[in-house]
């Protein structure tokens, strides 16, 4: 699967923005979906994910409460809505894909900046 994450930008603290996430001429919806996200210097780090039926979501605490995943699979779609913006949720957003029951994320978007300024 073959993925592309859009949407990013600069905004100010505080500010939302929402990321989407497709797979361009096939459907997962038979996958599991997650954001991640890597800062300067710093690991790549798990953010948020949903089931394939988005049944289940699972997220990091420094995102929970603010950020909300969700998908829509009659448009292939899967999207990160990000609410009050923090200078330290800069990085760059990755969106992945997982066959369900599978541990491993094997599918990665080119990933898409999003920048808070303080």
């Known amino acids: 699967v073959q993925l592309q994450a859009y949407g990013g930008g600069l905004v100010q603290a505080g500010d939302s923005l929402r990321l989407s996430c497709a797979a361009p001429?096939?459907?997962?919806?038979?996958?599991?979906a997650g954001w991640f996200r890597q800062a300067p210097g710093k690991e790549r780090e798990f953010v948020t994910s949903i089931s394939w039926r988005a049944a289940l979501t699972s997220y990091a605490d420094s995102v929970r409460g603010r950020f909300t995943i969700s998908r829509n699979n009659a448009k292939n779609r899967v999207y990160l809505q990000m609410n009050d913006l923090k200078p330290e949720d800069t990085a760059v957003y990755y969106c992945?894909?997982?066959?369900?029951?599978?541990?491993?994320?094997?599918?990665w978007g080119q990933g898409t900046q999003v920048t808070v300024s303080s």
């Open positions: 992945a894909a997982r066959p369900r029951f599978a541990e491993n994320w094997n599918a």
């Open positions: 001429g096939r459907t997962f919806n038979d996958h599991d």
